[in-house]
């Protein structure tokens, strides 16, 4: 039996950001639970309120735009991502990082956003957002609405810039990313569903390449830019520099540094090819 | 609070408390005990059922969320004495040893087949990949699957038969 919460689940955004005003400093946004219960059922002290937020129907839209690009709603699944026709036809690359995070009834239920604002190093959904330049749409009752990239959520483990009254409601992906190529790579003990122990996105895009790196420092890693013609040994030399694995149970930190490494070469190989 | 759902195509209306997992729900205040608990924290899918559709992990679902929905557990599968094509094919192949994860397999395998009629072997392992059978029962779960399918060859049945 879980430890005793009240649960809560608004069916307006206005009644939402009502609520976190009032409670949200008591409260936890819950959406997917994957995080949440877990944390609750290993003996995590739980909030007094658990704020469900998937009876706000907006929170479900996941739509494409040439303008705005791809909107993902709070509430939108690892699974409605990973199954998208609109997803597929324009961020190919996102449907296929959706597809790495947990076991299919994980994905059924865990929300991008989720994935996110947990802000564990090894989020699966967090690598490849940042290498498409996403940005989260954050609000609250006073506050009104405010956009940041969304390196910028990232400010330690499983700590975020968004504040106990505040919501992220949509991730953004822009149009100037869509269609680019690349891939990710998710170190993992079994061949099952597991965290990543290391984990690399790569995305191209017109004259310059973008990555990021999981698992291997405090928050999920973005690189700066590289130029297209950046040799793969430069990428991995900047990664280096810019990471901080540890030792720990899962694994070594020489080998998260080394999987690093590899996983750039067979990435970048894999564009050259692929050109 | 009351809550309202359908399982096994029966209406359930039932008090629960805000902290009930839909897990516990089932097994202890329905007696729905064919879905088990295992890890109880996503890992092992001992506790798979179908909701709306979707395989999820009833231990990570709150009863009081399941208010309306459309749940299926392996109490659904035999009717009038007789056990569901995919039990059946479970039992032919050796697929159950200890049994403890055949509910969640199961309900995996049932919610895979809705949009896949005739899954490959990679897309049923895929499936189950989180769903734990510690007595490494896999190749005899997928066996079954590819069976009830229509997909095994007759060579490989004439092995088991």
């Not at chain 1, 100037?176 to 569903?193: P, Q, T, W």
């Amino acid at each position: 039996m879980l430890k005793e919460f009240c649960y809560l689940s608004p069916a307006t955004r206005e009644e939402l950001l009502d609520m976190l005003a009032e409670k949200g400093s008591n409260g936890r946004l819950y959406a997917g639970g994957t995080d949440l219960l877990v944390d609750i059922r290993g003996g995590k002290a739980p909030p007094q309120y658990i704020i469900d937020i998937k009876k706000i129907e907006k929170y479900h839209i996941l739509s494409w735009g040439e303008l705005e690009g791809l909107s993902i709603g709070a509430a939108v699944t690892c699974s409605d991502v990973a199954g998208s026709a609109v997803v597929k036809a324009h961020y190919p690359l996102l449907a296929e990082a959706a597809e790495h995070l947990g076991s299919p009834q994980l994905r059924n239920r865990a929300t991008i956003i989720g994935n996110l604002c947990t802000a564990s190093p090894c989020a699966d959904m967090a690598p490849m957002l940042l290498c498409l330049d996403a940005s989260a749409e954050i609000s609250s009752k006073e506050g009104g609405t405010r956009r940041i990239p969304l390196k910028e959520l990232f400010t330690g483990v499983k700590k975020t810039s968004c504040a106990p009254h505040e919501v992220v409601e949509r991730i953004i992906v822009p149009p100037g990313m869509a269609d680019s190529v690349g891939g990710y790579e998710k170190l993992k003990r079994i061949k099952g569903h597991d965290l990543a122990l290391a984990s690399v996105a790569v995305a191209k895009k017109g004259d310059r390449i973008r990555v990021a790196i999981g698992s291997c420092a405090v928050t999920p890693v973005l690189l700066p830019d590289f130029p297209i013609d950046t040799p793969a040994a430069v990428i991995a030399a900047e990664a280096e520099r810019s990471i901080m694995p540890i030792d720990d149970i899962r694994a070594s930190r020489d080998y998260r540094l080394f999987m690093v490494k590899v996983y750039i070469e067979r990435l970048m190989a894999a564009l050259q090819h692929a050109q | 609070m009351k809550i309202r759902l359908t399982i096994n195509n029966s209406i359930v209306e039932r008090e629960v408390q805000d902290h009930k997992t839909l897990l516990h729900f089932l097994r202890d205040d329905l007696g729905f005990t064919g879905t088990k608990e295992g890890c109880g924290a996503g890992e092992c899918g001992a506790c798979t059922v179908i909701m709306n559709g979707k395989a999820v992990n009833s231990c990570l679902v709150l009863a009081r969320e399941a208010d309306g929905a459309v749940i299926e557990t392996v109490e659904g599968e035999a009717a009038d004495g007789k056990l569901s094509p995919l039990q059946q094919a479970f039992q032919k192949h050796h697929a159950v040893q200890c049994g403890f994860c055949t509910p969640g397999m199961l309900m995996s395998i049932k919610a895979l087949l809705r949009i896949n009629t005739k899954p490959g072997e990679e897309q049923i392992r895929k499936a189950i990949e989180g769903n734990f059978c510690r007595c490494t029962g896999y190749k005899q779960i997928v066996e079954a699957v590819l069976d009830v399918t229509g997909q095994l060859d007759k060579q490989e049945e004439l092995i088991h038969e």
